[in-house]
């Protein structure tokens, strides 16, 4: 498989800009056979959650970085005081480098 040019890395990142965080990830894991995940959901940090995917067949990374919004519940379902925190996490940024030994 060829490397990615900066053509081509910037019509993958238009693609998954546009996408869930769940269909990006299945989308980047279908896409390269050699491709690795680096690490899932790291706080590097405060409020931000990064993926990164070593796609190493086309000579790129793509890190996908998700915002974490926690919300509080106040009341459950019988009508009792009970406090439940919830994560919502969307897709905030969407980045796409090539690796060093992909000079296109």
Not at 24 to 48: I, V
Request: aromatic share 6%.
């Amino acid at each position: 498989m060829a490397f990615l040019n900066q053509a081509e890395r910037e019509k993958l990142l238009n693609d998954l800009r546009t996408m869930k965080f769940n269909r990006a990830k299945g989308k980047l894991r279908r896409l390269d056979p050699k491709g690795k995940l680096a690490y899932f959901r790291n706080a590097q940090e405060s409020g931000k959650l990064s993926t990164r995917f070593e796609l190493h067949g086309m000579g790129t990374v793509v890190t996908l970085i998700e915002s974490n919004k926690d919300t509080v519940t106040a009341t459950d379902a019988a009508g009792a005081n009970a406090t439940r925190w919830k994560s919502e996490l969307t897709l905030l940024e969407v980045v796409v480098e090539p690796m060093p030994e992909n000079r296109t």
